[in-house]
């Protein structure tokens, strides 16, 4: 006897309260089957169930994270099945991300009674914005002078300690925290996205962004970089209450679609939880010297000693380069790709050494790898670097020097044939300025000199009649290029700090 049979889920029976009706049906099922009273296990073992429960992840996919987030704010009906969630946001709103610990018991004990640090950024969605990222951002800088992407609304938040915001990221906040304590905090982002899209005709769509949180624990030194979790969520931003209207509108096209249109869409969640993904990576072109905070570690910083000769002024911390050699491995090679994010062609490099990949061309990479991405390879594998917008020579002043100085005010100055002054022989360190502010230079020089940027108080450039004129941003940006400054210093009021003039 040929007969089908149509079961409900068991999550539809139990929503629409048919639980009875279901229990008929399944008795039934008992009388076709054989005889004799059903089980539960024989139901589930029928195909239907066991089709169910083969979509399903596998067990180590559903493990418990060290740490969830989780955004308060409704994502978007409009999402289908297996896409990634969307939320919207208003501009400058403050919304609130939940800083969860779910450890389990004797998981990760090194940081019981310890605080951890989030880093949050808002990055581009798009992998083609991905490229341009820090000239998009440069952009938006001169078009908003003085606005930030993304800020800590600090007096709503709760639980967070020493929040950061450094000036020359605009997209970047940090604070540390204990897991062990209530953790939330306010974020709120002042870009909107339609201002990244290509303005051609107006009611362009807006791109989205991504709200991504890295997590690290302390290392022996004290420094927080090692990594513990890290977690993103997709989100479009819209000027004030425009994300109101646009989940409006979302929810009302999903109201006129039909049964079985809607069961190819997500619902709309109340909260939005944000997945697991990689740590954001380093990026080279940005001066890697930690931010101010956060940092135990204190270098001398001695000054005056010396005449600005090799053997007496610090040796500069060696340039950041990540450029491939003819001499290397595949298997470093594969670790150079993920370094510099192309991940995503490791498979099809598996057995390039670093030899194979410079002989590449141009447009075998773009062959290869399409046109962003195989541009964006070429440059690398060239070891292409971004001219600074402003390259200034500086010099330590010795006593050596002030004593001459000194000599040529009472005396008339004598030149050799060489052209030196008294023979001496100076030597100036440049320093390449991408930002053009003050906290750069600031970065830069205690880079130079190896030591702690909070050991430079204040920057100063001496003027006419020798008046000390405080360096701003905008002083900087109307520096000439290729200037020569000598450097000098003064004890700061503070303990362990110092002035710095440029002469």
Known sequence: ??????????????????????????????QELGAGAYSMSDVLALPIFKQEESSLPPDNENEILPFQYVLCAATSPAVKLH???????????????????NRKLGELPEINGKLVKSIF???????????????????????????????????????????????TQLNTVEFLWDPAKRTSVFIQVHCISTEFTMRKHGGEKGVPFRVQIDTFKENENGEYTEHLHSASCQIKVFKPKGADRKQKTDR???????????????????????????????????????????????????????NGSPNHQPDPPPPVT???????????AQQWLHRNRF???????????GADLLKLTRDDVIQICGPA??????????????????????CQESLQLREQQQQQQQQPQQKHEDGDSNGTFFVYHAIYLEELTAVELTEKIAQLF???????????????????????DEMIQNFQEEACFILDTMKAETNDSYHIILK
Not at 375 to 394: C, D, S
């Open 450 to 472: 190896s030591i702690s940027p909070r050991q430079i108080s204040q920057i100063y450039k001496q003027g006419p009649t020798g008046i000390h004129v405080l360096i701003s």
């Open 343 to 353: 991940s995503t062609f490791t498979r099809l490099f598996t057995n390039f050494s």
């Open 83 to 101: 896409d990634e969630t969307l939320t919207y946001l208003n501009q400058g709103q403050s919304y609130e991300i939940r800083m969860l610990d």
């Open 121 to 167: 950024r808002v990055v581009f969605h798009d992998r083609r914005l991905q490229y341009t990222e820090h000239q998009q951002l440069e952009g938006w800088r001169w078009n908003r002078p003085g606005d930030r992407i993304l800020d800590i609304d600090i007096p709503m938040s709760v639980g967070i300690i020493d929040p950061r915001a450094n000036p």
């Open 1 to 30: 006897m040929a007969w089908a049979l149509k079961l409900p889920l068991a999550d539809e029976v139990i929503e629409s309260g048919l639980v009875q009706d279901f229990d008929a049906s399944l008795s039934g099922i008992g």
């Open 252 to 306: 009302e096209k999903m109201e006129k679609r039909t049964p079985h249109e809607k069961e190819k869409y997500q619902p709309s969640y109340e909260t939005t939880i944000l997945t697991e993904c990689s740590p954001w990576p380093e990026i080279t072109y940005v001066n890697n010297s930690p931010s101010p905070g956060f940092n135990s570690s204190h270098s001398s910083f001695s000054l005056g000693e010396g």
């Open 322 to 332: 990540d450029n491939l050699l003819p001499t290397t491995t595949p298997q470093e």
């Open 373 to 394: 991405d195989g541009i964006r390879l070429f440059n690398a594998l060239k070891g292409r670097m971004v001219r600074p917008r402003l390259t200034i020579y500086v």
